[in-house]
């Protein structure tokens, strides 16, 4: 069945460091991909998506890439902030919208 | 605008007891989805409707039951709570091809 893997977590980086977090998946056809962001506390919220292949994309300076040929989408920002301290998820598509996720991955930002 | 709200927000239950998980939203979205989220784990979907009077397993629906009698309301009921349905509930919305909105969750703990 459909699935995604994510690199593990915690990422720690400083502030204004550059951040890549990791999402491979496996799945029949091209289905559309997420990273959604969950503060402490809260619900998850969606970042960015994209729905088919070479897509980008974009939101509060994040960036992700469809890359059918690496069955990849991996989460770039160039600078991150305290404030972007969060859960990080990926996540496909797989009908009905409903989600399939990876398992998360925790961002911890120092000043 | 409310969004999708979830009630109560944390429950402790007894092992064999019963409740139910109340989900509301307010965007007349046709989907409606029951995750959980285990920890260190990814969301994993449990049960999810397409419309009023329509609804279909996920990956984990034992010990699970659904129903949508409206378009705005899908609760979750446990009937029998084990230890093993310690989690965190997120209900989730949505249209065709939109994004899922997510509520802030429901922690249960069973003892």
């Known amino acids: 069945g459909d699935s995604v893997t994510q690199m593990e977590g915690p990422v720690t980086l400083s502030e204004e460091a550059f951040l890549t977090i990791n999402c491979t998946y496996t799945a029949t056809g091209y289905p559309s991909l997420f990273w959604y962001v969950q503060y402490p506390g809260e619900g998850l919220q969606l970042l960015l998506k994209a729905t088919k292949a070479d897509d980008k994309g974009s939101n509060k300076g994040f960036e992700a890439t469809y890359r059918k040929e690496t069955t990849s989408f991996h989460l770039e920002k160039g600078s991150v902030q305290v404030s972007d301290s969060a859960v990080y998820f990926c996540a496909l598509e797989s009908g009905f919208q409903k989600l399939v996720f990876g398992t998360g991955t925790r961002l911890l930002v120092s000043p | 605008n409310a969004g999708v709200t979830q009630t109560p927000k944390f429950r402790i239950l007894k092992i064999g007891q019963s409740m139910t998980l109340q989900c509301t939203q307010d965007m007349n979205h046709n989907y409606m989805y029951w995750y959980r989220q285990d920890p260190g784990m990814g969301l994993k979907l449990i049960y999810y409707?397409?419309?009023?009077?329509?609804?279909d397993k996920g990956e984990v629906p034992n010990g699970y039951n659904v129903s949508r009698s409206t378009t705005e309301d899908f609760p979750l009921r446990l009937e029998l709570a084990a230890p093993s349905q310690t989690s965190v509930y997120f209900c989730?919305?949505?249209?065709?091809?939109?994004?899922?909105?997510f509520g802030q969750g429901t922690r249960l703990t069973v003892v």
């Open positions: 409707s397409v419309g009023a009077g329509i609804t």
């Open positions: 989730a919305s949505s249209y065709q091809n939109t994004e899922a909105f």
